[in-house]
């Protein structure tokens, strides 16, 4: 299980979602979804990831405080939220790099796993493996499969971890895989899948999956987060539907299933078995 902590206004690929100066105007929305996402995760016993904005860690620490105090891992998700499909090389390295000294400042601990947002490390963007590994990143959960709104890829190496060699060093990549069976591939791990599927679809899936990585956002369960207008009618679907029946689902998910974070899933992984790539030829 992992969570990807960002605020309501953080919606890729709209202009308020890319006013970085502007949002210190609006109000934050994350510390109540937050604080629930942390009581249902002790409730039921289970451990996640959490995947944070640099921007977060730098204007609201107190959430990143309470990640931290409740014993979870703080990870990084870019510095300002922005797609890694649309950055140079030279940018990647910067919004990382700052992304990190950031979070690591905040919390005092090292920061080694990664999210893109969006999922967007795609095939074209090879370049970010080996600031990864200059960046002391040692573990990956950016590869998205199918293809869909900001990122994710047509195929993937593995459908299940496994590791990316790059000059003698190893990332760790822990993959978003869907429901596949005779062909189609279905996503539903999180978000706005999450959201659209009822409970015996989400079931389903997850029953019918070797290896599940699940994610959530805090916005996923504040439906009454302000709704930002000039979305079309898809961005609105997706970003807004299901809000109400989120949290309940997301408790019955949580207790029907051993969700646990990074760490937990390594102890029962066999990782000399896991197939290895080098970081040219994933695809
Ligand atoms: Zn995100």
Redesign the pocket.
């Known amino acids: 299980m992992s969570v990807?902590i960002?605020d309501w206004f953080?919606l890729?690929e709209t202009p308020i979602g890319s006013d970085v100066e502007g949002w210190r105007q609006l109000p934050s929305r994350m510390e109540d979804p937050v604080r629930r996402i942390i009581a249902l995760l002790q409730s039921t016993g289970r451990r996640a990831t959490f995947?944070v904005?640099g921007w977060v860690a730098k204007e609201h620490p107190e959430i990143i405080q309470l990640i931290d105090e409740a014993g979870f891992e703080v990870a990084c998700?870019s510095m300002n939220?922005t797609l890694v499909s649309g950055m140079t090389e030279r940018e990647f390295y910067e919004d990382t790099r700052v992304a990190i000294d950031t979070i690591e400042q905040k919390v005092g601990k090292k920061v080694i796993s990664y999210?893109a947002?969006?999922f967007s490390i795609i095939e074209r963007t090879a370049f970010v493996w080996p600031i990864m590994v200059d960046l002391g990143i040692e573990r990956d959960s950016s590869l998205f499969l199918p293809k869909s709104g900001h990122g994710g890829v047509r195929k993937l190496p593995a459908l299940k971890p496994f590791k990316i060699e790059v000059s003698g060093k190893v990332i760790k990549e822990y993959p978003i895989v869907p429901f596949y069976k005779a062909g189609i591939q279905i996503p539903f791990a999180g978000g706005g899948y999450f959201r659209l599927f009822p409970y015996v679809a989400m079931n389903f899936f997850s029953k019918s999956s070797d290896y599940l990585m699940a994610y959530i956002?805090p916005r996923d369960l504040d439906y009454e987060q302000p709704k930002i207008e000039e979305l079309n009618l898809l961005r609105m679907f997706k970003s807004y539907y299901g809000l109400k029946s989120a949290e309940n689902k997301y408790q019955r998910w949580l207790s029907d299933y051993n969700f646990c974070d990074i760490d937990g899933f390594d102890q029962s992984y066999d990782w000399s078995k896991a197939p290895v790539f080098n970081y040219l030829d994933l695809w």
């Open positions: 990807d960002e953080h890729l995947y904005v998700q939220h999210r947002p969006g956002h």
